[in-house]
């Protein structure tokens, strides 16, 4: 079955740097395009970043552009968010989710989600 383990996260410093790790199986990784989506305690979900299923494209929200960056090795089917100059508001739950497209209407959408990882950013 299609599994997204996410790993990584911990407790870190405002300033400081984590790099947190999403390893996918039963799939073709390298088919599908992946997010991270963050959860921040008591708020909805925030998309945070993107990456192609080649990895030649990768979008960020405003919130951590320049401070994160999305990558993926599909050798070894994972993802990675690297991120650096932790803020407190960075404290979420973070989740690694697949990209899917509907085959009629070409929706883009999010049919599989890892259980999350927590990242604590202490200011």
């Known amino acids: 079955e299609v599994q997204l383990v996410e790993s990584g996260g911990g407790l870190v410093q405002s300033g400081g740097s984590l790099r947190l790790s999403c390893a996918a199986s039963?799939?073709?990784?390298?088919?599908?395009?992946m997010s991270w989506v963050r959860q921040a305690p008591g708020k909805g979900l925030e998309w945070v970043s993107f990456i192609n299923s080649g990895g030649g494209s990768t979008r960020y929200a405003d919130s951590v552009k320049g401070r994160f960056t999305i990558s993926r090795d599909n050798a070894k089917s994972t993802l990675y968010l690297q991120m650096n100059s932790v803020k407190a508001e960075d404290t979420a739950l973070y989740y690694c989710?697949?990209?899917?497209?509907?085959?009629?209407?070409?929706?883009?959408?999010?049919?599989?989600w890892g259980q999350g990882t927590q990242v604590t950013a202490s200011s």
């Open positions: 989710a697949r990209g899917e497209i509907a085959a009629l209407t070409g929706e883009h959408y999010y049919d599989y």
């Open positions: 039963g799939f073709t990784f390298s088919n599908h395009a």
